[in-house]
Nanobody, 124 residues
Framework: QVQLVESGGGSVQPGGSLTLSCAFS????????FAWFRQSPGKEREVLVH??????????GYADSVKGRFTISRDNAKNMVYLQMDNLKPEDTAMYYC???????????????WGQGTQVTVSS
């Protein structure tokens, strides 16, 4: 059974930092690529980081809105993917989702596995 579970969301002041975690288990051969998305009420799901398979990720894998502020990483020993978020802004407030699948894509519909989401609120 495939499972992705996000954690680490919460409330933070502008300029603060949070680290989101995504614990994955199950059909790991089909979880070659990971991505992080976010969605605010009334808005489309936005890709933040895509096509991540481990190690470093080229800046092209990051959305312009988070480039230089967010960093994805992976711990294979723990089956975890992380999203380090620095210099958070009020516009970063959203539900954040981890996704995985066998394809390198920025399209949410092409990812096969999703977590339940974790809420991030940035407010003073």
């Amino acid at each position: 059974q495939v499972q992705l579970v996000e954690s680490g969301g919460g409330s933070v002041q502008p300029g603060g930092s949070l680290t989101l975690s995504c614990a994955f288990s199950g059909d790991t051969p089909n979880m070659k690529y990971f991505a992080w998305f976010r969605q605010s009420p009334g808005k489309e799901r936005e890709v933040l980081v895509h096509c991540y398979s481990g190690g470093g990720l080229a800046t092209s894998g990051y959305a312009d809105s988070v480039k230089g502020r967010f960093t994805i990483s992976r711990d294979n020993a723990k089956n975890m993917v992380y999203l380090q978020m620095d210099n958070l802004k009020p516009e970063d407030t959203a539900m954040y989702y981890c996704a995985a699948g066998p394809r390198c894509t920025r399209l949410p519909e092409r990812y096969d596995y999703w977590g339940q989401g974790t809420q991030v609120t940035v407010s003073s």
